[in-house]
């Protein structure tokens, strides 16, 4: 085996990785590859990679030693110390001007840590976002890479090249930005994917009690919602998951147990979400449904105790699926104003120049919430660059003011049956307060300048002048000082 010849050597031979490879093969790219089990490296290039140009190392030195240079080094292994392990052990076998990239689903702040930890010793490290799943990895996905801009010039064409691609060709991968910022947005990508994943089992919930919906029905409803505005890659699989039988003929969801798991870049995005004090309120909904659905037994005793309405179906078949329609519609649109306002934040607070048109493109292919929907996120964007929130756009406020009547009756509907609607509920009530010129916080302000002395600000004064009220006549003169996030 000739030293280096292999344009990109790849760690970790899980299914990811594994499809990776042979997608970077299929586009030309010679890469070599190691697995810290290496006897999995040899079971591959038998069996998975038989027949191509893939490359087999089984140490870090030989890895290197086949790359040409400067070096390109991809890790696909599980997020965390795991990481900083392998590229501990790779550093000894790289040189300046050497590249390491991080696809797995790393946490940004470790991102931020490596790049600059890395920078220090010449070496450039990416952090990327990889989102499609097994199938993206292996024939397209969504591709985010971040980190030291210096090494993008060196993995732009094998990236780009791999990347899905939207109906003009155009990659479904572009430089995000500097440190963390690919990994920040994959992480509000997989947020977003929480809370569409959650409106899609509300819709289904609210169908199957509001109209006792078989699943085959069910499959209709939602292949059918797939021909429309709500287009995208998690609608037309459930149309497919509820079209799946058991051996024994019967719908194979209606035997799946309703307790969701979760890897946990949801619930950080809730966590960032409250760092940064933006109201990310439809993802922190769906995490919570996620720890409702596994508090199991404790539901199946409450439901021999608690008790919820009576009621028989919606009368008007046609337009309660068209109202829960709308409802996921809008929903959809609150989620992901919500996630764009969260990126801004970060965005400010990390220094990041994050183009938010190219991020709704680089979703709109290989990833999991891959919809038809981004183009219009992109095109608000390229209409307007400066846009504050995606709410203020031409096409979703007109789209939100005319579907909310819809909108409002299925989480009536929804009241009235008694059918849990956490994520739907969540986003009409962040539609009603961001809509209000005037909230109730005024009298929240009051309460805390009685109990705390936190002070409050007048409407009838310029901003940022504080006043402290003696509510009682029995307390002091002197406020406190107040914490905003």
């Not at 940064?276 to 539901?299: F, Q, W």
């Not at 699926?321 to 519609?329: G, P």
């Amino acid at each position: 085996m000739q030293s280096e010849s292999c344009d990109i050597g790849l760690i970790g031979l899980a299914v990811m990785g594994q499809n990776l490879v042979l997608n970077m093969n299929d586009h030309g790219y010679r890469v070599a590859v190691f697995n810290r089990t290496v006897s999995k490296v040899d079971e591959f290039l038998q069996n998975e990679a038989a027949g191509t140009q893939i490359v087999g190392t089984h140490s870090m030195a030989e890895l290197a030693q086949v790359l040409k240079k400067p070096r390109r080094v991809m890790l696909m292994v599980k997020a965390g110390d795991t990481v900083d392990q392998m590229i501990e052990s790779l550093l000894p076998h790289l040189e300046a001007g050497d590249i390491v990239i991080d696809g797995g689903n790393s946490h940004y702040p470790d991102s931020n840590r490596r790049t600059k930890a890395l920078a220090e010793k010449g070496i450039l490290f990416i952090g990327t976002g990889v989102s499609g799943g097994e199938e993206g990895a292996r024939f397209g996905p969504s591709i985010m890479p971040g980190g030291n801009p210096a090494a993008w010039p060196h993995v732009k064409d094998i990236f780009q090249s791999i990347s899905a691609k939207v109906e003009d060709g155009s990659p479904c991968c572009d430089w995000v930005g500097e440190t963390g910022a690919g990994h920040y947005v994959k992480m509000i990508h997989n947020g977003i994917e929480y809370g569409d994943m959650q409106l899609i089992c509300e819709a289904y919930q609210l169908l199957k009690e509001g109209l006792s919906l078989s699943a085959d029905e069910l499959h209709d409803v939602f292949a059918d919602w797939n021909k429309g505005e709500l287009d995208s890659y998690l609608i037309e699989i459930t149309s497919e998951i509820f079209a799946k039988k058991d051996d024994d003929g019967a719908p194979l969801v209606d035997k799946i147990l309703d307790t969701a798991g979760q890897k946990g870049t949801g619930k950080w995005t809730g966590i960032s979400s409250l760092d940064l004090g933006v109201p990310v309120t439809l993802i922190g909904e769906a995490v919570y449904a996620r720890c409702l659905s596994a508090m199991k037994d404790e539901r199946v005793v409450a439901s021999k105790v608690l008790t919820g309405p009576q009621h028989g179906s919606a009368e008007d078949r046609a337009a309660f699926i068209e109202d829960v329609r709308r409802a996921l519609y809008c929903s959809k649109v609150i989620s992901y104003a919500q996630g764009y306002m969260l990126m801004r934040e970060a965005a400010k607070e990390q220094g990041w120049d994050l183009n938010f048109g190219g991020i709704a493109l680089m979703w709109r292919g290989g990833c999991i919430i891959r919809s038809q929907f981004l183009g219009k996120i992109k095109e608000a964007f390229d209409k307007n660059p400066q846009l504050t929130n995606l709410l203020l756009d031409d096409f979703f406020s007109r789209t939100l003011n005319e579907y909310q009547a819809s909108w409002r009756r299925a989480l009536i509907k929804a009241i009235e049956y008694g059918v849990p609607t956490p994520a739907f509920s969540t986003a009409l009530a962040f539609f009603d307060g961001y809509r209000t010129e005037r909230l109730p916080a005024n009298l929240l302000q009051a309460q805390r300048d009685f109990f705390g002395a936190h002070t409050y600000e007048r409407v009838d004064k310029p901003r940022g002048e504080f006043f402290h009220t003696n509510w009682t006549g029995r307390g002091g003169r002197v406020s406190s000082s107040t914490y905003n996030v």
